[in-house]
């Protein structure tokens, strides 16, 4: 059974940073094809980053130079690191998990079709 369980979200003024966290269970980080992705209410999801099992990534263009994604293979945890935030940036953030070996820019466009994700942690980030 996967699991995946998101932390780190809050509330930071623009120009902060906060790091998330996402702990996997039944799913290797390392091995597997990883992303985030975020959906404020109302809106469509929208793909903010992704890794795969190589090692490369992808980021969407709003966060592109902002955030970085990464993993720590042995605590088998995902990470986005979010710096200089925006309040545009304010929304629900899910960890995700595929199970198709795609590029990680058809999982950055369609998080869709991710099999896995988490709960969600929520950011906010005020003006």
């Known amino acids: 059974q996967v699991q995946l369980v998101e932390s780190g979200g809050g509330s930071v003024q623009a120009g902060g940073s906060l790091r998330l966290s996402c702990a996997a269970s039944?799913?290797?980080?390392?091995?597997?094809?990883m992303g985030w992705f975020r959906q404020a209410p109302g809106k469509e999801r929208e793909g903010v980053a992704t890794?795969?099992?190589?090692?490369?990534?992808t980021y969407g263009d709003p966060v592109k130079g902002r955030f970085t994604i990464s993993r720590d293979d042995a605590e088998n945890t995902l990470y986005l690191q979010m710096n200089n935030l925006k309040p545009e940036d304010t929304s629900m953030y899910y960890c995700?998990?595929?199970?198709?070996?795609?590029?990680?820019?058809?999982?950055?466009?369609?998080?869709?079709?991710?099999?896995?994700r988490g709960q969600g942690t929520q950011v906010t980030v005020s003006s």
């Open positions: 995700a998990a595929g199970s198709a070996s795609w590029s990680g820019w058809k999982y950055l466009a369609r998080p869709e079709l991710y099999s896995y």
């Open positions: 039944g799913y290797s980080v390392r091995n597997g094809y």
């Open positions: 890794i795969d099992r190589g090692g490369t990534t």
